[in-house]
């Protein structure tokens, strides 16, 4: 299972730490905010295009086979910009990056469905989480660090690397997990499962819970700075918030294994807290942001092992790779949403009131999450006509 939060951490790793990195890069690579636009959005274009198609492909021909390819191409893409230092280069190292993650990302969250025991799918999806937050927690802070020692450049050589050793490790480590043979599948098929409760539950509580981590860690600096903060303090406070989500996941995933903590209760709960979490950013100053990070973090990390744990339980084997790809999908969806929300609400009327607006639409998103299942009526039958 290590390869596969290897996998998870390289992915978080390699978005955050170029995202973050761009803009203070010093050998003058992105020459406008246009560009820098542009560049940020290649890698989550990629992914929000392509991670379905890679999740099919993976329950084709088999997960490992597209998580070491993907692995792979992410290595090949990021030594690109290592051997020709060129603007152009950056743009397609940057889209062959996204591309490749498209494929190994869903490739490794299906593997840790097919290779953990059903009794342990919780647990496993809380440790992956936990690492891809690490990814995310550490990426700006260890790419800005690499970038003030050497540029872009020794920052996507060390992504190079960690891509070829992960590789590496995943093809001595992780077994041949052959295919399943799968039933013939119409359009309808699929639009009827896509439309399923137990799928759309799970991946709307997953993009709703993304929605709020990105706008925190985008708005949440925003508020600290309007009310005289400095980057110490709000930087402190974001790196609060992706601590208690990392901390909280294998312990949210420990809790559902052992039948302390059913999915779809633990689904709702998470959405109330991450709601609770913005809802408290509205308040001015350092109370605000110490109050709303915590929860936003808890809130999350409620969410995220358990939407994915909830989404294996509910797909056949044979499905899983498409069903992750979708997922993830979600995921890319809200990390996009979330900052949107919240930027539209403030530019109406202020910061404030963003934050509001998205905690509205996650308590919506709990409060459909906690209807009940809808049953079918049987009628009454008296006997043979």
Do not use: N
């Not at 690109?80 to 152009?88: H, I, Q, T």
């Not at 009794?119 to 440790?127: F, H």
């Not at 700075?225 to 709000?234: C, D, E, I, Q, S």
């Not at 202020?350 to 409060?367: D, E, K, N, R």
């Amino acid at each position: 299972m290590w390869p596969l939060y290897a996998a998870g951490f390289t992915t978080a790793f390699g978005a955050h730490g170029v995202a973050a990195s761009l803009g203070g890069d010093a050998a003058g690579a992105v020459t406008s905010l246009l560009v820098l636009g542009g560049l940020l959005a290649l890698y989550d274009g990629a992914e929000v295009l392509l991670k379905p198609v890679f999740g099919a492909l993976s329950d084709r021909v088999g997960a490992r086979p597209v998580l070491l390819g993907g692995l792979a191409a992410f290595a090949v893409a990021s030594a690109l910009y290592v051997l020709v230092d060129a603007p152009a280069l950056l743009w397609a190292a940057r889209l062959g990056q996204g591309a490749a993650a498209s494929a190994f990302s869903p490739s490794a969250a299906a593997l840790v469905a097919r290779l953990s025991p059903t009794a342990r799918q919780g647990r496993s999806y809380g440790r992956y989480g936990f690492w891809k937050s690490l990814g995310y927690t550490l990426g700006p802070l260890l790419g800005g660090l690499l970038v003030r020692a050497g540029g872009l450049r020794l920052l996507f050589g060390v992504l190079a690397v960690l891509g070829a050793a992960v590789a590496v490790w995943a093809a001595l480590a992780v077994p041949v997990v052959p295919p399943l043979p799968r039933a013939r599948q119409t359009v309808l098929d699929l639009a009827r499962q896509l439309a399923d409760r137990a799928f759309l539950v799970p991946v709307g509580a997953l993009t709703a819970a993304t929605a709020a981590l990105s706008a925190g860690v985008g708005f949440l600096p925003v508020s600290g700075r309007a009310a005289g903060l400095g980057p110490v303090a709000t930087g402190a406070a974001v790196s609060l918030l992706a601590a208690c989500g990392a901390l909280v996941q294998p312990r949210a995933g420990r809790a559902l294994d052992a039948g302390r903590l059913s999915a779809r209760t633990g689904l709702v709960a998470g959405l109330l807290v991450t709601g609770a979490g913005l809802s408290c950013a509205m308040l001015p100053g350092l109370p605000g942001i110490l109050s709303a990070a915590p929860l936003i973090g808890v809130g999350t990390g409620l969410v995220t092992p358990l939407g994915f744990a909830a989404l294996a339980a509910s797909t056949s084997a044979d499905r899983l790779g498409r069903t992750m790809g979708c997922a993830e999908l979600g995921r890319e969806l809200g990390d996009a949403g979330g900052p949107l929300v919240v930027a539209s609400a403030a530019a109406l009327a202020s910061l404030p009131y963003g934050f509001g607006a998205l905690a509205a639409l996650i308590w919506a998103t709990a409060a459909v999450g906690s209807l009940p299942a809808r049953t079918t009526a049987v009628p009454p039958h008296d006997g043979p006509p």
